[in-house]
């Protein structure tokens, strides 16, 4: 199938690895010229020549952190003047620390609502505005399966990433007619470090072995293991096509079943 990506200009946030860096490259890989952003330059560098080596289209890189105020404004700023504007935007962030509910200081819930749905909510704002303008457009959030099931001892996690279902719908229903789309994609268990990190942790408080803990966490899933970031991003790169410009205002699950509800 021909997604009809090739030349596309595309702003993945949070690229560095993981989710974000798979979503990238494989955007890439159907032809789209990529910026992917993050923290370490270091990191976003060697990503970007990784992907520059095999792909189709093009990627390059901008430091940035979300926590700071202003992030949007200078991200948007760089990605026009890089690519002259934005076709593409993929909202993504890293994860709060594991935990209860009682846990966290109030300073601490604003932090994380800061960079994990108002800096979503800037960029997403800012890059609408070129997508109008082409009258055409993909707004996709790289969310969690804990907005339709709370995951234990993820309560931040949980709460502050279900203020983006509220939003995402919001959104898409303004934005439908500009030929704009805008989805979320939920991961269940998709083998990155993070994911690592969390099972760490689990391990730890349970006090079992890192191989139980997985084990355990493979057999909630219906397809039996973990899946993979290239799974994931093929996901992604579809709803962000071409072909998917009638699937708006939806959250797609790529989980092996994991979530429960229907």
């Not at 560098?45 to 095999?54: L, P």
């Not at 890293?94 to 935990?99: E, F, I, L």
């Not at 601490?108 to 890059?127: G, H, K, P, S, Y």
């Not at 719908?169 to 994609?185: F, M, P």
Request: glycine share 10%; aromatic share 4%; net charge neutral.
């Amino acid at each position: 199938m021909d997604l009809g990506l090739s030349g596309k200009r595309a702003l993945v946030l949070a690229s560095s690895q993981g989710l974000g860096l798979g979503i990238a490259s494989e955007l890439c890989n159907e032809g789209a010229n990529v910026i992917l952003c993050g923290r370490s330059g270091d990191k976003l560098r060697n990503a970007a020549d990784a992907i520059n080596a095999q792909g189709q289209g093009q990627a390059q890189s901008v430091v940035i952190d979300l926590a700071d105020k202003d992030s949007a404004t200078r991200l948007y700023a760089a990605a026009k003047d890089i690519l002259g504007g934005v076709d593409i935007l993929v909202n993504n962030s890293g994860g709060p620390p594991p935990g209860p509910v009682s846990k966290p200081a109030a300073a601490d819930w604003r932090a994380q609502f800061d960079v994990m749905v108002l800096r979503l909510i800037e960029i997403a704002n800012l890059c609408a505005d070129d997508m109008r303008e082409a009258g055409w457009g993909r707004i996709l959030t790289v969310a969690s399966s804990g907005i339709l099931q709370p995951i234990p001892n993820l309560a931040m996690s949980n709460t502050v990433r279900a203020a983006l279902v509220g939003w995402n719908k919001s959104l898409s229903n303004e934005l439908a007619a500009d030929g704009i789309t805008v989805n979320i994609l939920a991961p269940g268990r998709i083998h990155t470090d993070r994911v690592d990190q969390l099972d760490a942790a689990a391990a730890e408080r349970q006090d079992k072995s890192i191989d139980d803990v997985r084990k355990a966490s493979r057999a909630t899933i219906p397809a039996g293991r973990y899946g993979t970031v290239q799974e994931f991003a093929a996901v992604a790169a579809f709803l962000v096509s071409a072909p998917a410009s009638y699937v708006t205002g939806s959250i797609v699950r790529c989980d092996g079943g994991l979530i429960r509800s229907t």
